[in-house]
């Protein structure tokens, strides 16, 4: 599935500053491999930490983002709150949650995350909860958790991503089976909340979405800006709110 993280398409996203971009680290190597596909890890609880501080994914708890999507169905806007999150597979996390709404206000989709960051600085997806809602009634429900029926946590965003680099999203059979591939770094984009630069892109794509390529711009010191599957499809950062 293609969410914004795994599950729900529609919930893409996460981070802004309304301040203008930040400088960068230098690109480097990652200095371990991540996971791909179905591949199994073992997580060591002691080596993970709720202070996620990855400049390409920084999610403090507190923090708010708003963004607005549009395409042919109409406009979506989606608000993204952190706040701390259970423990999952025995690792605290913090729990990042999508609300979005139709043009008309309406609820369509709730998504919460579980995240937490290891020593070397890779943010890991370890589960998620999501409702669907048409016309504001409850339509559908899912989730996974790692650990849970053959579920695998997966990495968010890698600590030093470089161009060509690749690595499971997550992986829960039939429901989340993304994949993030480094298509760029150095890039710049301009969105309503702030022009950035040393953004990089990545491809998302899942087997469970054939066809699909989800392109994501992240921002150092600030997280997605922008999301999108064409010029026509577009989900863009408009405003952030600092813990």
């Keep these: 599935m293609l969410p914004l993280q795994p599950l729900a398409l529609a919930l893409t996203l996460t981070a802004s ?17 991540l996971p791909q596909g179905d591949q199994p890890v073992r997580l060591d609880p ?23 999507a549009t395409g042919p169905d109409g406009d979506v806007r989606t608000e993204v709150t952190v706040a701390p999150g259970p423990d999952v597979a025995g690792i605290a ?13 309406g609820l369509i989709g709730d998504l919460t995350g579980w995240y937490a960051q290891d020593g070397d600085g890779n943010v890991w997806l ?16 899912d989730g996974w958790q790692a650990g849970a029926e053959g579920a695998q946590a997966g ?27 480094v298509l760029s770094v150095g890039e710049q984009v301009s969105v309503a909340a702030g022009a950035y630069r040393d953004v990089i892109a990545i491809e998302q794509t899942s087997p469970l979405e054939r066809g699909v390529r989800l392109r994501r711009l992240y921002a150092p010191q600030v997280g997605l800006v922008r ?7 577009r989900t863009d950062l408009v405003a952030y709110r600092k813990p």
């Design 126 to 141: 370890l589960g998620e909860s999501a409702r669907d809602y048409a016309a504001g009634t409850l339509t559908g429900v």
């Design 17 to 33: 500053l309304l301040a203008g971009p930040a400088a960068a680290p230098t690109p480097a190597p990652a200095p371990s491999p």
């Design 155 to 181: 990495v968010a965003m890698a600590a030093r991503p470089v161009a060509g680099q690749s690595w499971r999203i997550a992986y829960s059979r039939g429901r989340a089976e993304d994949t993030a591939r």
């Design 227 to 233: 999301s999108e599957t064409s010029a026509a499809d």
């Design 93 to 105: 996390t913090v729990a990042m949650r999508s609300v979005s709404t139709d043009a008309g206000g």
């Design 46 to 68: 002691a080596r993970f930490t709720t202070r996620v501080d990855n400049p390409y994914l920084p999610l403090a708890v507190g923090g708010r983002w708003s963004y607005l």
